[in-house]
């Protein structure tokens, strides 16, 4: 069975300073990774994707995620803050089948 | 382009009424279609899916109830609400089993009272 693992409920970095949301997965077969992301009062919208391709994936709005089999690991980083990236971001995985499971979440404070 | 509605978008509700949520996507056809509630700080909680019409999957047994009439709506149904049905109700959509991302609508946001 999959399972995610985000560590950090809540987040908070300074308006300039590097993101950094940790992400660390289960999957007994290769698993396809996202990262969401969930403004307030909104559905999900999709920030990145792995699927199997090259291990260090750009997305949206300057994030990217690193992909490392040998940690179970899919950390979300963006280099540089911005107030607007205050949201909840969630982690994913999904195997083969028509189910995906998601992390608990984490709250991105951003700090003028 | 593909697009995902949700309505009512707020809904107030006292106990033990009824409750019919729905949710319908243009511009794909045979789209697997998913039910989830998120609680006040809290993830998202699969409740329902669907593979097709009138193939309806649960995950979590209570209350709730889940039908797909047609190709592209989903409907989420309680003959009684309870106080813990309060919450966050996504529909998503997505393609196969493959590598593929989920579609979130805008989300309905239920008060049971």
């Known amino acids: 069975a999959q399972s995610v693992t985000q560590l950090g409920s809540h987040v908070s970095v300074s308006e300039g300073a590097l993101v950094l949301l940790r992400c660390n997965y289960s999957?007994?077969?290769?698993?396809?990774l996202f990262w969401y992301v969930q403004y307030p009062n909104q559905g999900l919208q999709l920030l990145l994707k792995y699927t199997s391709a090259a291990t260090l994936v750009k997305g949206i709005n300057g994030f990217e995620a690193e992909f490392k089999k040998s940690e179970t690991s899919f950390h979300l980083t963006k280099p540089s803050a911005h107030m607007s990236d205050a949201a909840e971001y969630f982690c994913a995985v999904r195997t083969g089948g028509f189910k995906t499971i998601f992390g608990a979440g984490t709250r991105l404070f951003v700090k003028a | 382009s593909q697009t995902i509605h949700q309505w009512p978008a707020t809904l107030v509700q006292p106990v033990g009424s009824p409750l019919s949520l729905e949710c319908t996507v243009e511009?794909?056809?045979?789209?697997?279609l998913y039910w989830y509630r998120q609680a006040a700080g809290r993830g998202l909680q699969l409740l329902f899916y669907s593979v097709g019409i009138g193939q309806i999957s649960s995950e979590v047994p209570q209350n709730l109830s889940a039908s797909r009439p047609q190709d592209r709506q989903f409907i989420l149904s309680s003959k009684k609400l309870l106080l813990s049905d309060s919450g966050f109700y996504l529909c998503a959509w997505s393609r196969g089993t493959g590598p593929y991302e989920q579609y979130f609508g805008p989300g309905t946001r239920l008060t049971v009272t």
């Open positions: 999957s007994s077969v290769p698993p396809y």
């Open positions: 511009g794909t056809s045979n789209p697997n």
